[in-house]
Nanobody
Framework: QVQLEESGGGLVQAGGSLRLSCAASGRTFSSYAMGWFRQAPGKEREFVAV????????YYSDPVKGRFTISRDNAKNTVYLQMNSLKPEDTAVYYC???????????????WGQGTQVTVSS
C-alpha cells in the first residue's frame, strides 16, 4: 500500500514557476515509477510526466515538454514536478500517482494522491 500526498499548488501568473511535491509512504518507493497527471475543468485527466523508479528515465507529454521537469529523491520518498513558463492552459488539478512499471497510461498506476490545484492567470 502506498499513500501519496501532493503539495505546492497555488495561483501564479503566466510565465511564472511552481514546484509540486508528492510525498509517499512506504519502504518500497524506489520500486515504483511515479507519474504526474492533471485534470482541467470539463476535461478528462491527462498524462503530464513519468519517471522511472531509480530516476534514470523520464517522459513528458508534448504540451509540457521543455517547460516541466520531473525528478525524485528516493531517500525522501518524494517526487517533484518543476513547472516553468506556465501558461493559463496549464490550469488544472495535478495528481501524482505510483505504478509498478514504467509507462504513461493511467491504467498502469495503482495509487493516486488527492490532487493539488494549480491556477495560472493571464
Amino acid at each position: 500500500q502506498v499513500q501519496l500526498e501532493e503539495s505546492g499548488g497555488g495561483l501564479v501568473q503566466a510565465g511564472g514557476s511552481l514546484r509540486l511535491s508528492c510525498a509517499a509512504s512506504g519502504r518500497t518507493f524506489s520500486s515504483y515509477a511515479m507519474g504526474w497527471f492533471r485534470q482541467a475543468p470539463g476535461k478528462e485527466r491527462e498524462f503530464v510526466a513519468v519517471i522511472s523508479g531509480r530516476g534514470s528515465s523520464a517522459y513528458y507529454s508534448d504540451p509540457v515538454k521543455g517547460r516541466f521537469t520531473i525528478s525524485r529523491d528516493n531517500a525522501k520518498n518524494t517526487v517533484y514536478l518543476q513547472m516553468n513558463s506556465l501558461k493559463p492552459e496549464d490550469t488544472a488539478v495535478y495528481y501524482c500517482a505510483a505504478a509498478p512499471k514504467y509507462g504513461y497510461y493511467s491504467s498502469l498506476f495503482d495509487y493516486w494522491g488527492q490532487g493539488t490545484q494549480v491556477t495560472v492567470s493571464s
